[in-house]
């Protein structure tokens, strides 16, 4: 199977990606050229399909690989160290702070720094990070003066951010500074023209790291493997690949190695004995839909290839008005 040019283009930072659809060669076509320039870049996808190994490819490929690449996942940060964390701190600034300690927008100087699940800042912190996006500059808690940045942003987040500033939860100006260039990932589900390869490739890594023979798949275990659905996306692929690795008796990973979710995923059926109305079924799968997507209506009326009103009017045919469904919401819809 022909691989990309892009993948040719390594470093000892970033090992490369593999890619194989039309629309996952068009994306990264795009992060190429935009890593030649220093434009903040929004990544947008669900959890698992590569936000972070696509950031490292844009640094990699730019004028700033020999600098250093620095992840932090702005949801893991509790809300009283924050500014510290990003912007640093001075000596007695506050309790425990023994020592002067630079950020992470200095840490990162002269590379990138990736905001992760940018949409868990917090609001008052949003205007500051505004900001440092326009000024580059920062200033460390308990300090008076400015320090220069030469620091390139890149943001990634599994959040509809348009609905977040439609709700009033993200700044619309941080927003839009953000989005100078938007990347989105589609999920595994979209693109399962990648599979097969990125399969081979995961396990090719994994087979080296276990010290174990393995060197593919029957056919029937790809077969299998697409038919499901993958919600975990690539980060599920490769701890699938990994277990399957791990258990395999021969050189060829077959169905029974397979995780057990994946093993036992078969497509709808209908029965003689019952057979659902077909209003529950796309009740049901609606309701999914929106839960998974953290009940961004926005994103799931896309997917679903559906208007947002016919969504919406369907959500209030079922009861449903909160823009948010939880597992318990559906179990009181009877789904």
Same mark, same amino acid.
Request: glycine share 6%.
């Given at each position: 199977?022909?691989? /990309? @040019?892009?993948?040719?283009?390594?470093?000892?930072?970033?090992?490369?990606?593999?890619?194989?659809?039309?629309?996952?060669?068009?994306?990264?076509?795009?992060?190429?050229?935009? +890593?030649?320039?220093?434009? /903040? %870049?929004?990544?947008?996808?669900?959890?698992?399909?590569?936000?972070?190994? =696509?950031?490292?490819?844009?640094?990699?490929?730019?004028?700033?690989? *020999?600098?250093?690449?620095?992840? %932090?996942? @702005?949801?893991?940060?509790?809300?009283?160290?924050?500014?510290?964390?990003?912007?640093? &701190?001075?000596?007695?600034?506050?309790?425990?702070?023994?020592?002067?300690?630079?950020?992470?927008?200095?840490?990162?100087?002269?590379?990138?720094?990736?905001?992760?699940?940018?949409?868990?800042?917090?609001?008052?912190?949003?205007?500051?990070?505004?900001?440092?996006?326009?000024? &580059?500059?920062?200033?460390?808690?308990?300090?008076?003066? #400015?320090?220069?940045?030469?620091?390139?942003?890149?943001?990634?987040?599994?959040?509809?951010?348009?609905?977040?500033?439609?709700?009033?939860?993200?700044?619309?100006?941080?927003?839009?500074?953000? !989005?100078?260039?938007?990347?989105?990932?589609?999920?595994?589900?979209? !693109?399962?023209?990648?599979?097969?390869?990125?399969?081979?490739? =995961?396990?090719? !890594?994994?087979?080296?790291?276990?010290?174990?023979?393995?060197?593919?798949?029957?056919?029937? *275990?790809?077969?299998?493997?697409?038919?499901?659905?993958?919600?975990?996306?690539?980060?599920?692929?490769?701890?699938?690949?990994?277990? +399957? @690795?791990?258990?395999?008796?021969?050189? =060829?990973?077959?169905?029974?190695?397979?995780?057990?979710?994946?093993?036992?995923? &078969? +497509?709808? %059926?209908?029965?003689? #004995?019952?057979?659902?109305?077909?209003?529950?079924?796309?009740?049901?799968?609606?309701?999914?839909?929106?839960?998974?997507?953290?009940?961004?209506?926005?994103?799931?009326? #896309?997917?679903?290839?559906?208007?947002?009103?016919?969504?919406?009017?369907?959500?209030?045919?079922?009861?449903?008005?909160?823009?948010?469904?939880?597992?318990?919401?559906?179990?009181?819809?009877?789904?």
């Amino acid at each position: 199977m022909e691989r /990309t @040019c892009f993948e040719r283009r390594r470093s000892k930072r970033d090992p490369g990606l593999s890619v194989y659809s039309a629309m996952m060669r068009r994306l990264v076509s795009i992060a190429l050229r935009v +890593a030649e320039v220093d434009s /903040t %870049v929004l990544i947008i996808g669900e959890s698992g399909v590569g936000k972070e190994r =696509l950031a490292r490819y844009i640094h990699s490929s730019s004028p700033r690989a *020999a600098g250093p690449f620095i992840p %932090v996942n @702005c949801g893991a940060l509790p809300d009283a160290l924050f500014e510290s964390e990003l912007f640093g &701190h001075a000596r007695g600034a506050f309790t425990g702070a023994l020592h002067d300690r630079p950020g992470l927008f200095e840490a990162a100087q002269g590379g990138t720094l990736l905001l992760d699940e940018v949409g868990d800042v917090p609001l008052p912190m949003q205007v500051k990070l505004l900001r440092v996006l326009q000024e &580059h500059q920062v200033r460390r808690v308990g300090e008076n003066r #400015e320090r220069r940045v030469n620091t390139r942003i890149i943001a990634a987040t599994n959040r509809d951010l348009a609905e977040e500033v439609a709700e009033r939860r993200f700044r619309r100006d941080l927003f839009y500074r953000l !989005r100078v260039v938007e990347l989105r990932v589609p999920p595994l589900r979209e !693109r399962l023209e990648d599979l097969r390869g990125l399969a081979q490739t =995961l396990l090719a !890594r994994i087979a080296v790291r276990l010290r174990r023979p393995v060197t593919g798949y029957t056919e029937d *275990a790809l077969e299998q493997m697409l038919r499901y659905p993958w919600p975990g996306n690539v980060r599920e692929l490769e701890n699938a690949v990994e277990r +399957a @690795c791990a258990l395999a008796t021969g050189e =060829l990973i077959d169905v029974d190695d397979l995780p057990d979710d994946v093993r036992h995923h &078969h +497509a709808l %059926v209908i029965t003689s #004995e019952h057979v659902r109305p077909l209003r529950d079924i796309e009740q049901e799968y609606i309701l999914a839909a929106l839960e998974r997507n953290h009940g961004s209506r926005t994103l799931t009326a #896309e997917q679903l290839r559906i208007g947002l009103a016919t969504l919406r009017r369907k959500l209030n045919s079922y009861g449903i008005r909160d823009r948010r469904v939880t597992r318990s919401q559906r179990a009181l819809s009877g789904v």
